[in-house]
């Protein structure tokens, strides 16, 4: 693979990845919540590396040009888009980042007497437990969510169709399964210093902003919303 053909590669690439969509949108309200983004945004990532598989095995061409599954996949994908838009704009109003403090009522409230014998450790290891569990539920339902934000999206199976061929070359040493792949796994890496990115930023940016943190939050699931309505209608109204 020509170093020049890679390095415009990378340079469509990045543009891409800093191209606004349903991503950022997930990727911000996510960095709002009083938890960690990472499997928000490792999820997303993830379903990059499926469409990568997905080509590299030749079934996103099958995919693609067989209108029914298409179709089918584009309606999951909208459904899916309108759903977590709704979600994300609902909670609008409650769109804010606090600090990780001792439950109210729990340990951190107990007398310090109290809070130092052996039955305020018992009611604080059993606080903290409590936590790590919520929290690895939570992650998991983040994570899946982006997931699917990215996995059921079409246009990401279409532009990996549309965009590495390109940049695939007959005559390399490399066979193409090799290149397409390579190709998948540059663009997943650039999307991983991206999206992070995004997410630090708006955390760092919109955290201590309550208002801004509504509004933002607000934007990004009316944007949602109207990817998913756009879908459907490039797909089924328009002529």
């Known amino acids: 693979?020509?170093?020049?053909?890679?390095?415009?590669?990378?340079?469509?690439?990045l543009t891409l990845a800093c191209t606004p969509g349903a991503d950022w949108a997930y990727i911000i309200s996510s960095a709002l919540k009083n938890t960690s983004f990472a499997?928000?945004?490792?999820?997303?990532?993830?379903?990059?590396?499926?469409?990568?598989?997905?080509?590299?095995?030749?079934?996103a061409a099958i995919v693609a040009s067989n209108p029914q599954v298409l179709s089918w996949l584009t309606l999951l994908g909208a459904?899916?888009?309108?759903?977590?838009?709704i979600s994300t704009a609902r909670s609008w109003r409650s769109a804010r980042f606090l600090a990780t403090e001792p439950a109210a009522g729990m340990a951190g409230d107990l007398p310090e007497t109290v809070a130092e014998s052996s039955i305020g450790g018992a009611v604080a290891t059993a606080v903290e437990a409590r936590r790590t569990v919520s929290g690895k539920v939570q992650a998991r339902h983040q994570f899946t969510k982006g997931l699917l934000t990215s996995a059921t999206n079409p246009k990401a199976l279409l532009l990996?169709?549309?965009?590495?061929?390109?940049?695939?070359?007959?005559?390399?040493?490399?066979s193409l399964e090799i290149q397409t792949g390579v190709l998948g796994l540059v663009h997943f890496g650039i999307s991983i210093g991206v999206y992070f990115t995004i997410a630090y930023a708006a955390r760092l940016l919109l955290g201590s902003r309550p208002a801004a943190a509504r509004i933002v939050t607000l934007v990004s699931g009316l944007i949602m919303i109207a990817l998913g309505v756009a879908l459907l209608a490039e797909k089924f109204f328009v002529l």
């Open 1 to 13: 693979m020509e170093i020049a053909n890679l390095t415009a590669f990378m340079l469509i690439s």
């Open 39 to 59: 499997p928000a945004v490792w999820g997303l990532l993830s379903g990059y590396l499926i469409h990568t598989a997905l080509i590299v095995c030749g079934l």
């Open 79 to 85: 459904g899916y888009l309108l759903w977590l838009g």
């Open 160 to 174: 990996y169709l549309a965009l590495i061929p390109q940049f695939i070359s007959p005559q390399a040493p490399w």
